[in-house]
């Protein structure tokens, strides 16, 4: 297998691989930039965004004054059953704790009010433009656990795999002479257009 073939071959492959990731990326795009329209469409519907589920006594022990806020924001994810979602933990105000746990498929915010030692927990209703946006800006390797690194390996791939499938492309283009003009026109739409907004933004 000469190298030209093994190259086709691998752009073609690569892009199979990667369908179901540009697709995400490219649907999930649509609600980032259009927030505004998804969210005035949901008010006219008069639904709910929010659920509680629960309202009632909590005692989350000592509250430090320090922003190490996760071993808290665990207890409660442990409480609750939800050890397999991923949370973060914030100061509200000097009063109030505020655990948001999530998963592709739900959303809770938990708000703790120190005071009160009471605890309030609040049920995301479901929405596909959430879940597009959330597997959008999902990664890193924060988080700890085996399942939310295995997704930020994955991301790290298919970055790289998008790399490849640009140089495959590249290549690919170059060895047809006859396709070189037009291949510079693309060339040069696609760089003056990323550069213009790059220098305007």
Known sequence: MTF?????????????FLTPWVLMY????????????????????????????????????????????????????????????TYGVYRQSPTQLNIYVYTFWRSVQFKYFINEKRLTAEDRRFRWESFLTGMHSRGGFADGRLFPALWAIVIDLVCLAFLIWVASGLYMWWCLPGLRTWGWVAVAGGVLTFGFFLVRL
Do not use: C
């Open 26 to 85: 490219a649907l999930s795009s649509i609600p980032i930039s259009h927030n505004d329209y998804f969210e005035q469409r949901d008010k006219e519907k008069g639904l709910p965004l929010w659920k509680k589920t629960f309202d009632g006594p909590y005692d989350l022990g000592p509250i430090p004054d320090s922003p190490l806020l996760k071993p808290l924001g665990a207890k409660v994810v442990r409480d609750f059953h939800m050890e397999e979602a």
């Open 4 to 16: 030209p073939h093994l190259n086709r071959r691998t752009h073609l492959y690569l892009g199979l």
